[in-house]
């Protein structure tokens, strides 16, 4: 291989790892996002000018089988918020499962569903740990308890947040 393919390569390599580490996920877990997640990593423009969750404008219809029915189902000490639909389930990668729940929610209160889902564990015993948002982007939760759960909440499709539920 020539130097210069050589260095083109690793110049790729570099900018794929710097993506996905601007994400604050490893690439496992983006590797294991639902189908819609794709289109949802890059903000959207409203009128107002300010960037959006981005799954903007998708219709549902092209975001997957929403009304799946998962391998698995949660824990039973794992409550989720009423109103959604759990759609899919990942793992486990040893003590590690994914639960993806697609809820109707303005894109806009990321903020808003995620508190929700998060009050709902922590009226069930879990512990908020910290709260954090990438305003327009997504919103996650962080909780421990009989699981350690990270909750993200990102646009899914027009009308629909994707409330995903990580447990190890």
Known sequence: MNIAR????????????????????????????????????????????????????????????????????PPADLPLPPGGQLYMSKGPFGKTELFFVAKDADPTNLDGVRDEAADVLAKAGYKIERKDQEEGSEAEAHLSGPHDVAIQVIQLCEGKVRVKYTLS
């Open 6 to 73: 050589l260095i083109a390569t690793a110049s790729i390599a570099v900018a794929a790892v710097a993506s996905l580490a601007a994400c604050g996920e490893t690439s496992n877990d983006a590797a294991q996002e639902s189908p819609a997640t794709t289109s949802a990593a890059s903000p959207a423009t409203t009128s107002t000018g300010s960037a959006t969750a981005a799954g903007n404008g998708i219709p549902c219809s092209q975001a997957g089988d929403l009304s799946g029915t998962p391998e698995r189902k």
